[in-house]
Nanobody, 118 residues
Framework: VQLVESGGGLVQPGGSLRLSCAAS???????????MAWYLQAPGKQREFVAD???????NYADSVKGRFTISSDSARKRVYLQMNSLKPEDTGVYYC??????????WGQGTQVTVSS
């Protein structure tokens, strides 16, 4: 099983990006009850929680992104998305996808770089 992120890039402040994470090799019966999450590692900082989604509908967000970011999942494609709007320079960093499956196994993707700059 691999988590593969995509969708990062360079965007101006106020802009939008949509990140995607594909759970390659994971069967649907494992993906569906999993918790999928996004974390941000800003330059020089520790990795921090951004948002997560459990069973496709229960969501949690860091205070810093509430109202700007939306997490969603597609069980048929075994993907999780992070729609990021009203981006700020402090949203810059590497975004990592994390999976915690029903058996407690934790997996991380390789990360995708997001840079918010004018």
């Amino acid at each position: 099983v691999q988590l593969v992120e995509s969708g990062g890039g360079l965007v101006q402040p106020g802009g939008s990006l949509r990140l995607s994470c594909a759970a390659s090799g994971m069967i649907t019966s494992t993906f569906n009850p999993s918790t999928m999450a996004w974390y941000l590692q800003a330059p020089g900082k520790q990795r921090e929680f951004v948002a997560d989604i459990t069973r496709g509908s229960i969501t949690n967000y860091a205070d810093s992104v509430k109202g700007r970011f939306t997490i969603s999942s597609d069980s048929a494609r075994k993907r999780v998305y992070l729609q990021m709007n009203s981006l700020k320079p402090e949203d810059t960093g590497v975004y990592y996808c994390k999976n915690v499956d029903p058996y407690g196994t934790i997996r991380w993707g390789q990360g995708t770089q997001v840079t918010v700059s004018s």
